[in-house]
């Protein structure tokens, strides 16, 4: 993750097109409102493999990030373990970003 992804994530938190929260992603995901879901590296194990199979069977992108606080740090907010991103453009320019 550098920081371009991070800052280019807060600019999509600060856009409205980020969710946060277990509870919140998952329901984001069965309405097939999410286009990527980032968790961070330092998640529990068990989270980590709920939300890569959730994403599988939603067929929605799943990148790993940093850690927690990085994560929460980039979207102006206090440590996150999940991020899930609502808009298309958004989604596909953060993916895009770790291609490069």
Do not use: C
Not at 32 to 56: C, E, Y
Not at 64 to 77: F, P, T
């Amino acid at each position: 993750m550098t920081a371009s992804f991070l800052s280019f994530l807060g600019l999509a938190a600060r856009a409205g097109r980020v969710k946060t929260g277990d509870d919140t992603v998952l329901k984001e995901m069965r309405k097939g409102s999410l286009h990527l879901v980032i968790i961070a590296s330092d998640a529990s194990p068990n989270t980590q493999k709920k939300f890569r199979d959730k994403s599988s069977y939603y067929h929605v992108p799943m990148l790993i990030a940093k850690d927690r606080d990085s994560l929460g740090q980039a979207i102006g907010k206090h440590s996150r373990v999940i991020v899930g991103v609502t808009d298309k453009g958004f989604a596909n320019k953060l993916i895009s970003m770790l291609d490069d």
